[in-house]
């Protein structure tokens, strides 16, 4: 039987103002964690949060994870952590999200001021962080106060889990996690994170994997000083010569990896896994509006959404120490250093993935039979991640979006890379969710990020049904 939410909902619509209210105070504090001058936004960003938790009765506690590494002049900003509720009859949800943002500036293109939450008359929200992740988390309060207010009970225990480095690495939070997952967190029953976007603008998706990221550079060095083409072009091995040979290795123009056993390393696609893809609300017209041309590689949605979640892909980033400014200069580069990626998908270990990397580009350099150096070294790497959405955490969600939105939701994976996911899986073995409450056009990290009203509202209703229907949901896988 679905829970009654009408009284909650009417609720979350008469403080709807207010709700916006807050979110516009939040966005007007510039808790930019790359920079140092904003690091007192950062902090002051996490204390209004406590703030706010508090004053709505919930257990506070901001920790400190001691100075940045390699900057030890700068203490990390802490990490906010909450309870509300404390009943041992009902399941405990952890909830994460972070209240740090990207860089923003006027003169880098906004039409409006980034830190002062401008609203257009078609209900879009501009602001940095707006989206990310600043209403998303914000959600979880406002549901918080809908329910005092409304006179609803609470349905779950709620714990959270709010970072303020995570646009900057999230440095400091892996060990954090690990360390409190037999501690604050330790009677969790399933996690939520709503850090992530709905694969269009009209439907809502609920994401169960994404792909890993492994991080190379091969460096190329020969000559002791940079070299002039018209007197040594000819004479001399060049290093950007056999750097671009091997890059041009790597990949090829359809996208298909050319390391060999890589794509053998690939989960095989299951019958009931294909099927997931048809009805997924997305079509190619989508994909060319995010391209801003038509340069799509797949002619189908299908085969383009699993290029895009479920097989690896490899990425050429750039070149170190290559001449990129205007102009022409003769110059032969001593040493050059190209940088790639791969995104790793089930079941591609990583110390497989890498045995084959190194492997493959030494053995091509040495088809070259040239005397440069060659040096390849992996940067970072990050693992894949894929949950069961069969799980009642899953199921929850489901009936949530349903009831909320009137339609079913996507199951999705996605291409990019969320590393706390996969950390919170680790250490609290429990189920991860991934319910996102922005849409694929809130331009994340880019000028003009905004949350349209509409999924703001919408959203903490959202997440408020989840928690009714995770209260409710038979235990499962």
Same mark, same amino acid.
């Given at each position: 039987?679905?829970?009654?939410?009408?009284?909650?909902?009417?609720?979350?619509?008469?403080?709807?103002?207010?709700?916006?209210?807050?979110?516009?105070?939040?966005?007007?504090?510039?808790?930019?964690?790359?920079?140092?001058?904003?690091?007192?936004?950062?902090?002051?960003?996490?204390?209004?949060?406590?703030?706010?938790?508090?004053?709505?009765?919930?257990?506070?506690?901001?920790?400190?994870?001691?100075?940045?590494?390699?900057?030890?002049?700068?203490?990390?900003?802490?990490?906010?952590?909450?309870? $509300?509720?404390?009943?041992?009859?009902?399941?405990?949800?952890?909830?994460?999200?972070? $209240?740090?943002?990207?860089?923003?500036?006027?003169?880098?293109?906004?039409?409006?001021?980034?830190?002062?939450?401008?609203?257009?008359?078609?209900?879009?929200?501009?602001?940095?962080?707006?989206?990310?992740?600043?209403?998303?988390?914000?959600?979880?309060?406002?549901?918080?106060?809908?329910?005092?207010?409304?006179?609803?009970?609470?349905?779950?225990?709620?714990?959270?889990?709010?970072?303020?480095?995570?646009?900057? %690495?999230?440095?400091?939070?892996?060990?954090?996690?690990?360390?409190?997952?037999?501690?604050?967190?330790?009677?969790?029953?399933?996690?939520?994170?709503?850090?992530? *976007?709905?694969?269009?603008?009209?439907?809502?998706?609920?994401?169960?994997?994404?792909? %890993?990221?492994?991080?190379?550079?091969?460096?190329?060095?020969?000559?002791?000083?940079?070299?002039?083409?018209?007197?040594?072009?000819?004479?001399?091995?060049?290093?950007?010569?056999?750097?671009?040979?091997?890059?041009?290795?790597?990949?090829?123009?359809?996208?298909?990896?050319?390391?060999?056993?890589?794509?053998?390393?690939?989960?095989?696609?299951?019958?009931?896994?294909?099927?997931?893809?048809?009805?997924?609300?997305?079509?190619?017209?989508?994909?060319?509006?995010?391209?801003?041309?038509?340069?799509?590689?797949?002619?189908?949605?299908?085969?383009?959404?699993?290029?895009?979640?479920? $097989?690896?892909?490899?990425?050429?980033?750039?070149?170190?120490?290559?001449?990129?400014?205007?102009?022409?200069?003769?110059?032969?580069?001593?040493?050059?250093?190209?940088?790639?990626?791969?995104?790793?998908?089930?079941?591609?270990?990583?110390?497989?993935?890498?045995?084959?990397?190194?492997? $493959?580009?030494?053995?091509?350099?040495?088809?070259?039979?040239?005397?440069?150096?060659?040096?390849?070294?992996?940067?970072?790497?990050?693992?894949?991640?894929?949950?069961?959405?069969?799980?009642?955490?899953?199921?929850?969600?489901?009936?949530?979006?349903?009831?909320?939105?009137?339609?079913?939701?996507?199951?999705?994976?996605?291409?990019?890379?969320?590393?706390?996911?996969?950390?919170?899986?680790?250490?609290? %073995?429990?189920?991860?969710?991934?319910?996102?409450?922005?849409?694929?056009?809130?331009?994340?990290?880019?000028?003009?990020?905004?949350?349209?009203?509409?999924?703001?509202?919408?959203?903490?209703?959202?997440?408020?049904? *989840?928690?009714?229907?995770?209260?409710?949901?038979?235990?499962?896988?």
């Amino acid at each position: 039987m679905a829970p009654n939410l009408e009284p909650f909902f009417k609720q979350v619509d008469d403080l709807s103002e207010s709700f916006i209210d807050r979110l516009r105070k939040a966005v007007a504090i510039p808790s930019v964690s790359a920079s140092e001058e904003h690091r007192k936004d950062v902090f002051r960003m996490g204390q209004f949060l406590a703030s706010e938790l508090e004053a709505l009765g919930a257990e506070v506690h901001q920790r400190p994870l001691g100075k940045q590494p390699g900057k030890e002049h700068l203490d990390l900003p802490p990490v906010v952590i909450a309870r $509300y509720g404390n009943d041992p009859n009902k399941r405990t949800i952890l909830v994460y999200g972070h $209240y740090d943002v990207q860089p923003a500036l006027k003169e880098d293109g906004w039409a409006t001021d980034p830190f002062q939450l401008t609203i257009d008359d078609k209900g879009r929200m501009f602001g940095r962080g707006s989206t990310d992740d600043k209403g998303p988390v914000l959600g979880w309060l406002n549901v918080i106060e809908a329910h005092k207010k409304a006179g609803v009970e609470f349905p779950v225990n709620l714990l959270c889990c709010f970072e303020g480095m995570e646009e900057y %690495g999230s440095e400091g939070l892996d060990d954090f996690i690990e360390s409190e997952a037999k501690n604050f967190f330790k009677d969790a029953d399933a996690v939520c994170i709503s850090d992530n *976007y709905w694969l269009g603008t009209e439907k809502p998706c609920l994401t169960y994997g994404l792909r %890993g990221c492994s991080y190379y550079s091969i460096t190329v060095s020969g000559p002791g000083q940079d070299l002039h083409s018209g007197v040594f072009g000819g004479s001399a091995h060049e290093p950007m010569t056999d750097l671009i040979t091997i890059m041009s290795k790597l990949v090829d123009e359809q996208g298909n990896i050319k390391i060999p056993g890589l794509m053998d390393l690939v989960a095989p696609l299951t019958e009931e896994e294909e099927k997931l893809y048809p009805s997924i609300s997305y079509s190619m017209k989508d994909l060319h509006d995010s391209l801003g041309s038509e340069t799509s590689i797949h002619p189908t949605k299908e085969r383009t959404l699993m290029a895009r979640w479920r $097989y690896p892909s490899l990425s050429l980033h750039g070149i170190e120490g290559a001449f990129s400014a205007p102009g022409a200069k003769t110059v032969i580069p001593a040493k050059v250093i190209g940088k790639f990626s791969i995104r790793t998908v089930p079941n591609m270990e990583l110390d497989a993935v890498n045995k084959l990397v190194f492997d $493959y580009i030494h053995s091509e350099f040495a088809k070259l039979k040239t005397k440069n150096k060659l040096e390849v070294k992996l940067l970072h790497e990050g693992k894949w991640w894929v949950a069961s959405p069969k799980h009642w955490n899953f199921s929850a969600a489901r009936k949530a979006v349903k009831q909320v939105f009137g339609v079913e939701p996507d199951m999705t994976r996605e291409g990019g890379s969320i590393p706390v996911t996969l950390t919170f899986e680790k250490a609290t %073995g429990k189920n991860v969710l991934l319910l996102p409450m922005g849409s694929s056009t809130d331009a994340a990290h880019s000028i003009n990020e905004k949350l349209d009203r509409r999924n703001y509202i919408e959203g903490i209703k959202l997440l408020g049904a *989840y928690l009714h229907y995770v209260a409710e949901e038979p235990q499962t896988e």
